[in-house]
């Protein structure tokens, strides 16, 4: 079994800033892709950020210049840094994996349970 636990979300004021975490455990073999996505209330899901193969990162246009993703491998835990806060930033945020459980097996998607983000103008 592999778990996703987010942690950080919260509520901040226009300005502001959060740093939202995601805690990767079971067995793994390969974790490949790892990225933050975001829902709005009454909006389709959206990528926030990712990393496509621990190294290199994109982002969606209107967070640029101000979330940061990174990885710790050791610790296989996801972050995402988010600075100048927007209320439509304001959604749940979530963490996803794909990984395979063994060398043997296909890549599957892993998601978190989702951490609330508002942001009060």
């Known amino acids: 079994q592999v778990q996703l636990v987010e942690s950080g979300g919260g509520l901040v004021h226009t300005g502001g800033s959060l740093r939202l975490s995601c805690a990767i455990s079971?067995?793994?073999?390969?974790?490949?892709?790892m990225g933050w996505y975001r829902q709005a209330p009454g909006k389709q899901r959206e990528l926030v950020a990712g990393m496509p193969n621990g190294r290199t990162t994109n982002y969606a246009d209107s967070v640029k210049g101000r979330f940061t993703i990174s990885r710790d491998n050791a610790n296989n835990t996801l972050y995402l840094q988010m600075n100048s806060l927007k209320p439509e930033d304001t959604a749940v945020y979530y963490c996803?994996?794909?990984?395979?459980?063994?060398?043997?097996?296909?890549?599957?998607?892993?998601w978190g349970q989702g951490t609330q983000v508002t942001v009060s103008s």
């Open positions: 079971g067995t793994i073999f390969r974790i490949n892709t």
């Open positions: 996803n994996a794909v990984a395979r459980r063994t060398p043997y097996s296909t890549e599957a998607d892993y």
